[in-house]
């Protein structure tokens, strides 16, 4: 984890002229995720862990695979971090998680070590990264923030859905949910997802969400505040994108992940 000081300033512009008032106090930033935990294996699983906090399987039918001695699903090269989905012809029996559909394909997960909690300490967080989503019926890439302790909180950084468009979502309980879709020219080449977290009240959060740094939707997010999240970079399979997926491997792509905050 790296830490900096940056000092919180207020610019008045009058004409070519700027004037600076002394700062009113120095807050830290501090990086969490640095953008090169993709540059080996080494840098990755001292930022990341593999699979899914909870273990391999989740709601869709593919199942993860991934160890420090198994890099078929989970690759680095060149920076890029590589989730690759095969379609397997075997019966591997069902998910374990609900809704239990049968298992189709192996596939990658990873989640960052280091949990993303908004709080007095900590009240304001970036998280964003460079990605080339699958986008065709059964693919289901995701890069997201989930509760630890409890569902929801959960927000939806990217998400696609079987086609070309991106669901921002911010889920309050599972049935009190801000969905933001927006269509993505080409997601399969590099675009740029980011959310900003910031503290609002004692209990609440607003999430702004951005693609290739434009502004898309802010979200209020009751209840978010001193909840630990988990940050997961995901390819799951079929479910809500449709059945059924495709035959040829599925390659989902990441690089330039980062995560920082602010300490009050």
């Known amino acids: 984890m790296r830490r900096h000081s940056a000092l919180l300033l207020a ?3 009058v004409g070519s002229a700027i004037t600076v008032p002394a700062p009113a106090r120095a807050a830290a930033w501090e990086t969490v995720v640095d953008t090169g935990s993709f540059s080996g294996y080494a840098a990755l699983e001292s930022e990341w ?7 391999s399987d989740h709601n869709g039918s593919a199942r993860m695979y991934g160890s420090p001695s198994d890099h078929n699903h989970i690759a680095l090269s060149g920076g890029v971090l590589t989730l690759t989905a095969t379609r397997i012809t075997w019966d ?7 809704p239990h559909p049968a298992i189709h394909y192996h596939s990658g997960a990873i989640h960052a070590r280091d949990q993303v909690v ?10 964003k990264g460079d990605f080339q989503a699958p986008s065709s019926r059964g693919t289901w890439p995701a890069f997201w923030l989930t509760g630890v302790n409890s569902w929801p909180p959960e927000s939806d950084i990217l998400e696609f859905k079987g086609d070309g468009r991106n669901w921002f979502n911010t889920f309050r309980t599972s049935s009190d949910v801000d969905s933001t879709v ?17 503290k609002v009240s004692a209990t609440d959060v607003d999430i ?22 988990w940050l997961i970079i995901n390819l799951q399979m079929e479910g809500s994108s ?22 009050a």
């Open 118 to 127: 908004v709080n007095d300490q900590f009240p304001n967080w970036e998280v």
């Open 49 to 55: 862990k593999y699979l899914y906090p909870w273990g």
């Open 182 to 198: 927006v269509g993505v020219s080409s997601p399969g080449s590099w675009h740029t997802y980011r959310a900003w977290i910031t």
């Open 242 to 263: 449709g059945s059924p997926g495709p035959s040829a491997a599925t390659y989902y792509r990441a690089r330039n992940v980062y995560v920082g905050r602010s300490r």
């Open 11 to 13: 610019a008045a512009v």
């Open 92 to 98: 591997e029996g069902t998910s374990s998680a609900d």
């Open 208 to 229: 702004h969400y951005y693609v290739d740094g434009q502004w898309k939707a802010v979200h209020h997010a009751r209840g978010f505040v001193g909840k630990p999240m």
